[in-house]
């Protein structure tokens, strides 16, 4: 069974810098991208961009250019998203997805919950 | 970018009626090596990620009840419940995977009942 894991809920300051992480399972997880989907308090679902594990390469959404890093360490089947600087604007709900072989997104991570606060 | 825009953003509907979302793209997302339309539909329930419901226009994920449909080509495209269940009561969103990304999403609609 396809399965991503998402580490836990984290709580920041603003300006301290974070890593979470997507677990793949049941699957060849160096052979299909991963994307990551950013959805703040209320608000719909952004596309923040895509790693291939199978050789870390990676396409930032021009607003997440800059802001995020996107890594990958295919033999422990781990994709990570991280920031350097948070900021308040960075709270939100991060999703990690598999884009399947039908192209779309065909499964989904539990989501990690980021909350930057002074 | 490519742009979605959804409408309505929400929509209350009676059980057992039918339920129709639009979503429109700012340009075509039809061809790409499999001459397909390269638009999915995305069911998103309180508290939960979201579920793939349908690709590629039209096509239905494995398990999706066949009361989910989509349709459409080009720019207008259309997601169709046709007899709402109580389980339906979510947040929809299309999103197209056309071309270089990002791959955008629509802004969402909400169904009620």
């Known amino acids: 069974e396809v399965q991503l894991v998402q580490s836990g809920a984290d709580v920041k300051k603003p300006g301290e810098s974070l890593k979470i992480s997507c677990k793949g399972y049941?699957?060849?997880?160096?052979?299909?991208?991963i994307a990551w989907v950013r959805q703040m308090p209320g608000k719909g679902l952004e596309w923040m961009g895509i790693?291939?594990?199978?050789?870390?390469?990676?396409k930032y959404s021009p607003s997440s250019q800059g802001q995020v890093t996107m890594s990958a360490d295919k033999s422990i089947t781990t994709a990570y998203l991280q920031w350097s600087s948070l900021k308040a604007s960075d709270t939100a709900m991060y999703y990690c997805?598999?884009?399947?072989?039908?192209?779309?997104?065909?499964?989904w991570g539990q989501g990690t919950l980021v909350t930057v606060s002074s | 970018d490519i742009v979605l825009t959804q409408s309505p953003d929400s929509l209350a509907v009676s059980l057992g009626e039918r339920a129709t979302i639009n979503c429109k793209s700012s340009?075509?997302?039809?061809?790409?090596?499999?001459?397909?339309?390269?638009l999915a539909w995305y069911q998103q329930k309180p508290g939960q990620p979201p579920k793939l419901l349908i690709s590629?226009?039209?096509t239905r994920a494995s398990g999706v009840p066949d009361r989910f449909s989509g349709s459409g080509s080009g720019t207008d495209f259309t997601l169709t419940i046709s007899s709402l269940q109580a389980e339906d009561v979510a947040v929809y969103y299309c999103?197209?995977?056309?071309?270089?990304?990002?791959?955008?999403f629509g802004q969402g609609t909400k169904v009620e009942i």
């Open positions: 997805a598999r884009i399947g072989p039908e192209r779309a997104v065909d499964f």
């Open positions: 049941g699957y060849s997880f160096s052979t299909y991208w």
């Open positions: 790693i291939y594990p199978g050789d870390s390469d990676t």
């Open positions: 340009q075509s997302v039809f061809g790409g090596p499999n001459n397909m339309n390269y």
């Open positions: 590629w226009a039209s």
């Open positions: 999103q197209q995977y056309f071309g270089l990304p990002p791959k955008t």
